[in-house]
């Protein structure tokens, strides 16, 4: 239980392009599904949090015209990369919390990770 | 805002030793404290956690620890396998602020066979 799955797995695109990146929780509801990005050997940094129903909440620094996060339903989160830049190159991770997980609702279970390339 | 200090940044060990990693971390406030494997190419994958209500947690060969006065706690590997080789993180959060994960840098964990 509990698996998060992203797609596409990898995209390269050329610079000035839209860029989607899909983030599904197959077996679980989420309210709440978070967007990070991971340059290489880097830490993972929050860019935003994504709530159901409502708009996304964003991480300081991180511009919200360019990185499109929708949450249309409990089992779906998008990120569009808007106008991709070769500096946007990166692997992009989602997560998900299992709202009816009980006292597990804390857990966020990440997805595999979508790795961008802008040329 | 918080932040999380990991240590060490690499680690290799013998196959069959214990590993240890560390963390600090700086808001007081922070009460949930998951660690994520990674491997080369893959998403995190959540191996254990804690809150601030229970000191010391294990499953299997793993296990961690929190001391939440000095605002730290670590990850315990025991009798490390090849296939335990992989980027370690540390990540704290507070669960009523919305469970933002803050991670740490991460540590290379290499065993050696």
């Known amino acids: 239980g509990a698996v998060v799955s992203q797609h596409p797995s990898r995209v390269i695109c050329k610079s000035g392009t839209s860029v989607k990146i899909e983030c599904r929780s197959l077996?679980?509801?989420?309210?709440?599904m978070f967007w990070y990005r991971q340059f290489p050997k880097q830490s993972l940094m929050l860019m935003a949090t994504s709530n159901e129903g409502s708009k996304a909440t964003y991480e300081q620094g991180v511009e919200k015209d360019k990185f499109l996060i929708n949450h249309a339903s409990l089992t779906l989160s998008t990120l569009t990369v808007t106008s991709a830049h070769p500096e946007d190159s990166s692997f992009y991770i989602c997560?998900?919390?299992?709202?009816?997980?009980?006292?597990?609702?804390?857990?966020?279970?990440f997805g595999p990770g979508t790795r961008l390339t802008v040329l | 805002g918080e932040n999380v200090e990991q240590h060490p940044s690499t680690l290799s060990v013998q196959e069959g030793d214990s590993a240890v990693i560390k963390c600090t971390y700086s808001?007081?406030?922070?009460?949930?404290f998951p660690w994520y494997k990674q491997e080369l190419g893959k998403g995190p994958q959540l191996i254990i956690d804690i809150r601030s209500n229970v000191g010391e947690k294990k499953d299997q060969r793993i296990a961690v620890t929190l001391n939440k006065t000095a605002k730290h706690f670590s990850l315990h590997i025991t009798e490390t396998q090849p296939e335990d080789s992989a980027v370690y993180f540390c990540a704290a959060s507070i669960l009523e602020g919305g469970n933002k994960l803050v991670f740490g840098a991460g540590t290379i964990l290499r065993v050696k066979s």
């Open positions: 808001d007081s406030a922070s009460n949930y």
């Open positions: 077996d679980f509801q989420a309210t709440t």
């Open positions: 997560s998900a919390r299992d709202v009816q997980a009980g006292p597990r609702t804390d857990t966020q279970y």
